[in-house]
Nanobody, 123 residues
Framework: QVQLVESGGGSVQAGDSLSLSCTIS???????LGWFRQAPGKEREFVAA????????AYADSVKGRFTISRDNAKNTVYLQMNSLKPEDTAVYYC?????????????????WGQGTQVTVSS
């Protein structure tokens, strides 16, 4: 049984930083590990992705230069370091695994999802 469990969300001020973690169990390999977010009334959108092998990364334009995705395969954990947070970053953040496609930005390809963690940024 595959499980993804996010942690690290919270409420911060604009300009602050937060680090999210996602611990994965029951999965020995996945082409992509990704972070998505969903704000109230909006569709779930791609944030960042990283390959299981090789540390290749991809980012949404809205977070490029502010967010960093990384992973530690020994700990089965993927991270999202978020700096210079803005109110528009407020959302529920989800980690996900796509077994088939490298650096996928398409949420429909991600088969496994965590339960989400809330990030709230106030101005």
């Amino acid at each position: 049984q595959v499980q993804l469990v996010e942690s690290g969300g919270g409420s911060v001020q604009a300009g602050d930083s937060l680090s999210l973690s996602c611990t994965i169990s029951g999965l020995t390999f996945s082409s992509s590990l990704g972070w998505f977010r969903q704000a109230p009334g909006k569709e779930r959108e791609f944030v960042a992705a990283i390959t299981w092998i090789g540390h290749r990364t991809a980012y949404a334009d809205s977070v490029k230069g502010r967010f960093t995705i990384s992973r530690d395969n020994a700990k089965n954990t993927v991270y999202l370091q978020m700096n210079s947070l803005k109110p528009e970053d407020t959302a529920v953040y989800y980690c996900a695994a796509d077994p088939d496609t490298l650096l996928s930005m398409d949420r429909t390809g991600y088969d496994y999802w965590g339960q989400g963690t809330q990030v709230t940024v106030s101005s």
